[in-house]
């Protein structure tokens, strides 16, 4: 299946034209941010070993200042192009250490990043989004748009090469939308989704340690 974020306009609204159609009719349109760029995935998807599921990206004003910086924009782009670089999970790069996305999930991968290091979760990592435009806060929609086809895709192929898979937000929406997930044999579940750090605690020792020794052994 072709990668439909190619083709994301140049400038803002930063929308692909088959979710404008739908987008446009729905209440409440203004909950989401279109005028910075969409994260509807980070890192290399091809190339990791484990797949983290989120909800979507969300936004405060700060987000603004990042999606000012021409290195950052950089960065988004290759990541929608796929394309791998020195640090291909952009988040944990630590030219972006002011950024509220890279605050989130350096606060996130704590425990992770001092077992593996960043360039090995960079390297190993990926995290998918449920739905790919910005909000402030959690936003359901009655419908799938059409750029989620994509990364349900994305979700299906991993199962297929046997990944490992944790779902760290919106498992009930990951489920409905992904026959076979919810009983998927390499699917870790965190023991909060209060907290959503992929912590050993929040994930159980064995299960982190397992985490540790995949992301390492590249």
């Known amino acids: 299946m072709e990668n439909p974020w190619k083709k ?53 004003e700060e987000d603004r200042l990042a999606h000012s910086r021409k290195d950052f924009v950089e960065a988004l782009q290759r990541n929608i192009q796929q394309v791998p670089s020195e640090c291909s999970f952009y988040p944990l790069d630590p030219r972006f250490s002011e950024t509220p996305v890279y605050k989130w999930w350096n606060n996130k991968l704590r425990e992770l990043i001092e077992e593996c290091g960043r360039t090995s979760i960079s390297k190993n990592v990926a995290s998918i989004e449920f739905f790919p435009y910005h909000s402030p806060s959690k936003r359901s929609l009655k419908q799938t748009i059409p750029s989620q086809q994509y ?14 898979i944790l779902i760290m937000r919106a498992r009930r929406e990951w489920f409905s939308c992904i026959p076979g997930l919810e009983t998927y044999p390499n699917l870790l579940k965190l023991n909060s989704f209060r907290n959503v750090s992929v912590s050993k605690k929040n994930v159980s020792d064995k299960k982190f340690d397992g985490l540790v020794q995949l992301i390492m052994n590249s």
């Open 151 to 164: 990364n349900f895709y994305i979700v299906r192929q991993a199962m297929k090469d046997n990944k490992t």
């Open 8 to 60: 994301l306009p140049s400038q803002s609204p930063y929308v692909l034209s088959d979710d404008w159609e739908v987008l446009s009719r729905i209440n409440r349109i203004e909950y989401f941010n279109f005028d910075i760029l969409p994260e509807p995935f980070l890192g290399i998807i091809d190339t990791a070993k484990v797949i983290l599921l989120n909800l979507n990206p969300g936004f405060d």
